[in-house]
């Protein structure tokens, strides 16, 4: 079935530097989302991406749906403490039903 | 606008009790999903509501996993019996409809541990 691998598993950075992770799937996806989700909470939907080479930003966040429509990078710009968490992607899987990958773990020191 | 509410946030069992876990949508949210969380791994859905109707439930392991939404709104799901391999996160989350530009809204989740 279809996988979304995500790299870096996890990441330590210091605070003010820039984070780049990406995702890559085993299919073409004509959707690419970007979660975060704190400890204890629920993912929430930092980013969506609908066509292939989309670049979109919010605020520090910045994600672009690959050329190949497999793969999507996500960046964030002048890392602080709050961004610490688990951020996912997710891909369209069926009719209205997204998969999602395994996460990338960031911790920011201080 | 409140979100996704969801009880009780955490809850420990002995194996092969039953256990029950509560949501209430986003006012207005026709959609409804159930997901399972592992520790150290995304989401995967269970199953998805569309106002009462079950609309897939093809993850749901149906021999011991049973969920309903009778009125269309709060939604329960329920494990009868737990196993050691249910201690999870479940995650309820809703959007107004379905369809890649509806965002969904996903509450904090219930976390199960069963001993």
């Known amino acids: 079935g279809q996988q979304l691998n995500q790299s870096p598993q996890s990441m330590f950075i210091q605070e003010g530097e820039d984070v780049s992770m990406n995702c890559t799937s085993s299919?073409?996806?004509?959707?690419w989302l970007w979660y975060k989700q704190d400890p204890g909470e629920g993912p929430v939907l930092l980013i969506a991406?609908?066509?292939?080479?989309e670049l979109t930003s919010n605020g520090r966040l910045t994600a672009q749906f690959g050329i190949t429509r497999k793969d999507s990078f996500l960046n964030i710009s002048a890392s602080i403490p709050s961004d610490v968490g688990i951020y996912f992607c997710a891909g369209p899987s069926g009719t209205y039903k997204y998969i999602f990958g395994t996460g990338t773990r960031l911790k920011v020191l201080a | 606008e409140a979100g996704v509410v969801q009880s009780p946030r955490y809850k420990i069992i002995e194996k092969k009790q039953p256990v029950a876990f509560w949501c209430n949508p986003i006012?207005?949210?026709?959609?409804l999903y159930w997901y399972l969380q592992n520790l150290g791994q995304g989401p995967e859905l269970l199953i998805r509501?569309?106002?009462?109707?079950?609309?897939?439930d093809s993850q749901l392991p149906k021999d011991r996993f049973s969920a309903e939404r009778l009125k269309g709104v709060d939604s329960t799901l329920k494990i009868q019996p737990a196993e050691l391999g249910d201690s999870a996160v479940y995650l309820c989350?809703?959007?107004?409809?379905?369809?890649?530009?509806?965002?969904?809204?996903f509450g904090p989740g219930t976390r199960l541990l069963v001993l």
């Open positions: 989350a809703s959007s107004r409809g379905e369809g890649p530009g509806e965002t969904q809204y």
């Open positions: 509501y569309e106002n009462e109707e079950a609309v897939d």
């Open positions: 299919s073409i996806f004509n959707t």
């Open positions: 006012s207005g949210h026709n959609t």
């Open positions: 991406l609908y066509k292939a080479g």
